[in-house]
């Protein structure tokens, strides 16, 4: 199988594809990227469908060789993308052909950066899904020597125009639908909760955002496990809430503010250890319709540039 050698695997490489669904019953967890928008334009500017297999970059240090004639596109994390030792652009497809060496060093803004190549990388399916998920078995990380199969395909360069690019800021502000829990708080509690800077803390990884900042008393009644979604912002014992990400367990007991909008959360998957959070309440209905806009917005410009 011929494809792209990994001379360097950096941090924490992985391939995912859209995501694993409808095996939660079964204990499994979602997977796929944690960043959707730079997901999404990865494979827009390679020609792919928008769930194609990609390599995701935790803070960078991959290096890749080609042994085919194909296209490869960078996005996410602000970081040095080099071709045989040339600068290129992120949010831009690039020709590589056989010997060439793709090499990204480190992020300097962002967290996550993702790697497209044309019809996606070549992975076995598991439960229909490339996505990997190591606590799971669900696949694993990158190692260094491994080839990553690709088809020889070549296409069309294409940029991300200048102001389309996600901006990572230092401070994010997330937008909540609030749960049925979120009034079991209490008007103080809430205050506090939506008043405050949070930080986040490095203990963070694709399970969940854990944040360090004011303390958030939970109700004292008790729960029962339940599903758990994606986004979910929850309170263990120790006051400090932990936003649920891909990699997260599927059940929980522990009381829940709510839920972070699904079109802010690649923000926060670009938020490195010591960014500050703040939050602010949007209700359901208004959600659905900033989730609408967002999605028609991104298809807009998809069809200009890439049709």
Sequence with gaps: MSGFQVIEPGILSQLQDAGRFGYHAMGLTTGGPVDGEAFYWANRLVGNQQGDTVIEVAVGGLKLESEVATSVAVTGAV????????????????????????????????????????????????????????????????????????????RDSKALPMECIPQYAEEVLLRMVPGYQFERFGDEVREKFLGSLYTVSNRSDRMGVCLEGPVIEPPSEGLLSEGICLGAVQVPPDGQPIVLMNDRQTTGGYSKLGSVLSVDLWKLGQCRPGSLLRFETLAQETAVEVLQTAIESREAVALKEFR
């Design 79 to 154: 970081l040095v993308l080099t071709i045989n030792g040339h600068p290129k652009a992120l949010w831009q497809s690039h020709p590589v052909g056989p010997g060439d060496v793709i090499d990204l060093r480190f992020a300097e803004k962002g967290m996550r950066a993702y790697v497209a190549v044309p019809a996606g990388f070549i992975a076995k399916p598991v439960l229909g899904s490339t996505s990997t998920v190591v606590r799971e078995g669900m696949g694993e990380a990158l190692i260094q020597g491994q080839t990553l199969g690709c088809a020889a395909i070549d």
